[in-house]
């Protein structure tokens, strides 16, 4: 799906708005990132879905940048928050705006999207949306709010939703609509060492949204039996509409020849003859024990790692990083270490599809998912998948990924070893991967989260 940047008239028509429309705000408290999340991909497909479904949506956005009195100025600060400091009675004015909305909550102001400012280069980040909202670094204001007072931020607009659908458990309530909050999973209570949330605070701030909730909604079986256990919570009163896997047709039917060319153009990369790991470098990926078991396979096919380093992410990289093992090789914006183990920060969309399809395999031996996207990328595009039996994984994946023990480095080389010389296993798996794929199709979720709105 290709994201709506401009919108000169209503992007929807009088039939399909008639009966039942409602207008529901989702936050985009993830897709502010510069690079992409999981749940950025969630909240931004949801935000078509609610689009598809006869919804109008409205997007909040929490914008460092000084959104300035006029709309120009307003738009250009959405898009750079260089926009240079606002004049002494426009701060002033703020000030006393802050004051009054500490006690009456915060309201967002819209901000106008013209066309102006051309926004192309921004379309693989953009929600859909009907309408944007603005009111300046109000995720991390909730966040000190709920430190200090123990409760959620209020938020109000000035032309209310229906339904504010929160797209991760942030601190933020709207007084006077339905309030529905996705809890992926309890990865800071199920896994506390690969996380840095404060455990106490995000303990209490889970309690209080599934106290409070109009609707709860998670992604996967595991997640549902996660919070209902967990928190002694009726699991009848959490509903699991799983996930969209959907990748633009003009990337994934992109024709063989072109896929070849790019990755080898760009990479030095054979086709079909690399290993493929892409998400972020954090604990919870398993990076160290994939980066162990492969260095221990003694395996030839190169070994490539897409991702930005996140948090305690130099402990997992850390047999990459020792001076005392490794060799390196910087071409361009490539390091090859010991001429096998390829790392890039970060590809862009397009290219990473390209990726995907041209690896012999994607390897995603993850400790613990709510639902685990990578694997269903991967599989919808026909890559064979290594994943691990831990998780939502195995739910999600079935039987059309290789799945192995994530604590096991052996088990993983194993897994490794398996693929690369089994040419039959790489072809069922690439045959039942892109039909498991088509049970989290677009359509599926938009059924799922249609009957999530219609009970409110």
């Known amino acids: 799906m290709e994201p709506v940047i401009v919108m000169s008239e209503p992007q929807t028509t009088p039939d399909r708005r008639a009966g039942g429309s409602k207008t529901v705000l989702i936050d985009a408290y993830n897709l502010g990132l510069e690079k992409g999340t999981g749940v950025a991909t969630y909240a931004r497909n949801l935000s078509y879905v609610v689009h598809d479904i006869g919804h109008r949506v409205d997007v909040l956005y929490g914008s460092r940048a000084a959104v300035g009195m006029t709309p120009l100025m307003k738009e250009i600060a ?52 009907d309408r944007i909202w603005n009111y300046p670094d109000i995720f991390g204001a909730a966040h000190a709010h709920f430190r200090i007072y123990r409760n959620r931020l209020r938020i109000n607009l000035p032309e209310k939703p229906q339904i504010a659908h929160w797209t991760y458990p942030i601190p933020i309530v709207m007084p006077g609509v339905k309030n529905v909050y996705t809890l992926h999973d ?18 209490r701030l889970t309690k ?34 799983y996930q969209a896997v959907e990748i633009p047709a003009k990337y994934r039917d992109k024709p063989e020849n072109l896929v070849k060319q790019e990755i080898e153009g760009t990479f030095r990369l054979k086709y079909k003859e690399y290993f493929l790991f892409f998400g972020s470098i954090e604990p919870k990926k398993n990076i160290g024990r994939l980066i162990e ?33 490794r060799y390196l090789e910087t071409i361009g914006p490539v390091t090859l270490t010991r001429d096998r183990v390829m790392r890039l920060d970060y590809a862009p969309f397009p290219l990473l599809v390209s990726l995907i399809r041209g690896a012999k395999a994607v390897t995603f031996p993850s400790l613990y998912e709510g639902f685990g996207l990578p694997v269903l990328e991967g599989m919808l595009l026909g890559t064979p998948v290594l994943s691990s039996t831990e998780g939502s994984v195995p739910e999600v994946a079935g039987d059309a990924a290789l799945l192995i023990d994530p604590y096991d480095p052996r088990a993983i080389a194993e897994g490794l070893r398996a693929l690369d010389s089994d040419a039959d296993l790489r072809g069922r798996l690439s045959l039942a991967g892109r039909k498991r794929a088509q049970l989290f199709s677009a359509e599926r979720f938009q059924q799922r989260m249609a009957q999530v709105y219609a009970g409110l």
């Open 293 to 325: 078991a492969y260095l221990g396979s003694g395996l030839d096919t190169p070994l490539v790692i897409v991702g930005a380093q996140a948090w305690k992410s130099e402990q997992e990289l850390r047999l990459l990083n020792d001076q005392s093992v």
């Open 78 to 129: 959405f898009f750079d928050q260089n926009v240079g400091e606002p004049p002494w009675w426009e701060l002033a004015w703020r000030r006393t705006r802050q004051v009054a909305e500490s006690v009456g909550g915060r309201t967002a102001a819209p901000v106008p999207i013209t066309g102006t400012v051309i926004a192309t280069p921004f379309r693989s980040r953009l929600p859909y949306f």
């Open 208 to 241: 209080q949204i599934l106290q409070k909730a109009d609707a709860i909604v998670t992604v996967s079986e595991r997640s549902k039996k996660d919070i209902a256990q967990l928190f002694d919570f009726p699991e009848d009163k959490i509903v699991n509409t």
């Open 186 to 203: 309890l990865v800071p209570l199920r896994l506390p060492y690969t996380t840095l949330d404060n455990k106490r605070r995000y303990y």
